[in-house]
DNA sequence: CGCGCTATTGATGGTCGTCAACCGCTGTGG
DNA sequence: CCACAGCGGTTGACGACCATCAATAGCGCG
């Protein structure tokens, strides 16, 4: 992969946008990418993290999970998208786990020359600061979705924010939505039932098409996740 | 209030542990303390942060509501912790709302003097960010909590979680713990009441004695929040 | 002394998780 | 080319859990 290639992900990534190119070939050099298949593994849940990881290519769902088998997915990470803005700077094992949804390749940086370059560049540290309060944010404000709204509420503020991060055509299955949401596939499939009877989505195997998004919008009360 | 005990206030506060105490007092200079009656608000949710806030003494109930009456409590602070580490360092709107629980003494700091000094202090800003981490880790598990535990664990799981901050005296009333767990008063009050039966618990109007803390760590096999 | 807040208990119903069965598509291997 | 396995989708029945409503009791404070 050409060395412009590796700038021009890095600069649609974390907190990166205001940083001229220059100054981003030292660290985009020290990157090197790694390909995985469809289903694999990047990390689990428990790893010490070495690596600052970006999605260059493909679909990466971040997910944590109990001893029960139940499974929440906290995020779609897609281009531009770090796997792990968080663990980096601590000696903490990683809290979630990385699974590649489609074939993708992740741009992977060691720690060490991360956190170095970091610290090097204090607006780069701002802009983490600031998207890590976001997703503190984000976070809070899935938790009071999650205990004050009823689970088609939830799923139609999923529905709407996936569809405002990754357009109309959303390639998941409802197993995924599920986790997503916090609910079961079961049930899951009955709100989307539901919507589909009301003409807001179209639905096939494994994609969901989202025919009314101001519908949506309407229905949706929720919180604007970004 | 004199300035050593600003200083002493703010040592034990966010990322400034490292800090020598006479960098601190440049700082403390321009901070202010403002008291707060019992059951006062702070701040609103969506108010501007204009200042940078520190509980000094007494409780503060960091929460968030929603239209239909709903309140979740995301903290209880007390001496030592921020009211807003986070939306400082954007122009966003507060998204929690600060109660006093009982009466308490803030410190404040404006906004730009904060952020000028974190900027001058690079390892400030570390560790800003390796709390932000922290936080946005403690927001998953919760979550994870919500959807895979039964409201009975959760409570007991909460219980921990305050034993492990407060020590095994807690003066909160069964409300404030229905809002710190996600659930409504009544479940609250007969959860307490069968881990009073099991001896685990004492509880008066108001106060909650944990009689038996290794009974519940026993029960809780709950993510152990920092 | 009476009002308000907290605690407590019971009855009831709705939501949603669980179990079970079945269908249809797709890809794979004989 | 067909058979079959496997995955995702779909529907129904059932029941547990918990929110809600209602009524009451006790404590504390003005």
Redesign the interface.
């Known amino acids: 992969m050409k060395l412009n290639e590796k700038i021009a992900i890095l600069h649609k990534t974390l907190g990166f946008e205001d940083l001229p190119s220059d100054q981003l070939a030292p660290l985009a050099e020290l990157s090197f990418i790694r390909f995985y298949q469809k289903g694999e593994y990047i990390f689990h849940e428990g790893d010490a993290p070495l690596y600052f990881k970006v999605v260059v290519e493909g679909l990466v769902k971040l997910s944590?999970s109990?001893?029960?088998g139940?499974t929440?997915t906290?995020v779609m990470g897609w281009p531009g998208d770090t796997l792990n803005?968080?663990?980096l700077?601590?000696e903490?094992p990683r809290?979630?786990s990385a699974q590649a949804i489609r074939a993708s390749s992740i741009l992977c940086i060691k720690n060490t020359d991360f956190v170095d370059f970091v610290?090097q560049h204090?607006p780069v540290?701002?802009n983490?600061?600031?998207t890590?309060?976001?997703?503190?944010?984000t976070?809070?404000?899935?938790?009071?979705d999650?205990?004050?709204e009823k689970t088609e509420q939830r799923v139609i503020n999923m529905l709407f924010m996936l569809y405002k991060k990754f357009g109309p055509t959303l390639h998941f299955t409802n197993q995924e939505m599920a986790d997503l949401v916090?609910t079961t596939t079961e049930t899951t499939i009955r709100i989307m039932g539901q919507l589909r009877k009301q003409g807001i989505v179209q639905s096939a195997r494994g994609r969901i098409k989202i025919v009314n998004p101001a519908a949506l919008e309407e229905l949706g009360?929720g919180p604007f996740w970004a």
Chains 1, 2 share one sequence.
Do not use: C, D, N
Request: charged letters at 25%.
């Open positions: 944590k109990t001893e029960s139940k929440y906290a803005a968080v663990t700077f601590e903490l809290f979630l610290f204090p540290a701002l983490i600061i600031k890590l309060g976001r997703l503190v944010q976070s809070y404000e899935r938790i009071l999650m205990v004050a916090g009360r």
